[in-house]
Nanobody, 125 residues
C-alpha cells in the first residue's frame, strides 16, 4: 500500500500563487508516475498535471499550461505543484495520485492506484 498526504492548500487572491505538496509513504517503490487532479463542486474530477518517475516527462491539462509546474523529489518521496497566476476557476479540491508501473494514460483517473485525501484551494476574485 501507498499513502499520500497533500498539503499547501488555502485561500488566495486571484493572480496569486500557491505550492501544493504531496508526501508518499509505504511501498513507494511500487509506483512510477504521479499526478495531480482537481474537483470543483458539481463537476467531475479533472486532470491537472503528471510527472514520470524520473521527472523527465511532465504533462499538463490545457487549462493550467503555462501557469502550473509539477516537480518531484524522489529522495523526499514528495511531489509538488507550483501554481501561479491563479484564477477563480482554479478553485477546487486538489488530489494527489500515484500510478503503479504501467502504460495506462497519465491523463485518466482510472490509471491511478492510490489517492490522497485532497487539499482545498480557494481563489477569490
Amino acid at each position: 500500500q501507498v499513502q499520500l498526504v497533500e498539503s499547501g492548500g488555502g485561500l488566495v487572491q486571484a493572480g496569486g500563487s500557491l505550492r501544493l505538496s504531496c508526501v508518499a509513504s509505504g511501498r513507494t517503490f511500487s509506483t512510477d508516475a504521479m499526478g495531480w487532479f482537481r474537483q470543483a463542486p458539481g463537476k467531475e474530477r479533472e486532470f491537472v498535471a503528471a510527472i514520470s518517475w524520473s521527472g523527465e516527462r511532465t504533462y499538463y491539462g490545457d487549462s493550467v499550461k503555462g501557469r502550473f509546474t509539477i516537480s518531484r523529489d524522489n529522495a523526499k518521496n514528495t511531489v509538488y505543484l507550483q501554481m501561479t497566476s491563479l484564477k477563480s476557476e482554479d478553485t477546487a479540491i486538489y488530489y494527489c495520485a500515484a500510478r503503479s508501473p504501467s502504460r495506462r494514460s497519465v491523463y485518466s483517473t482510472g490509471s491511478y492506484d492510490y489517492w490522497g485525501q485532497g487539499t482545498q484551494v480557494t481563489v477569490s476574485s
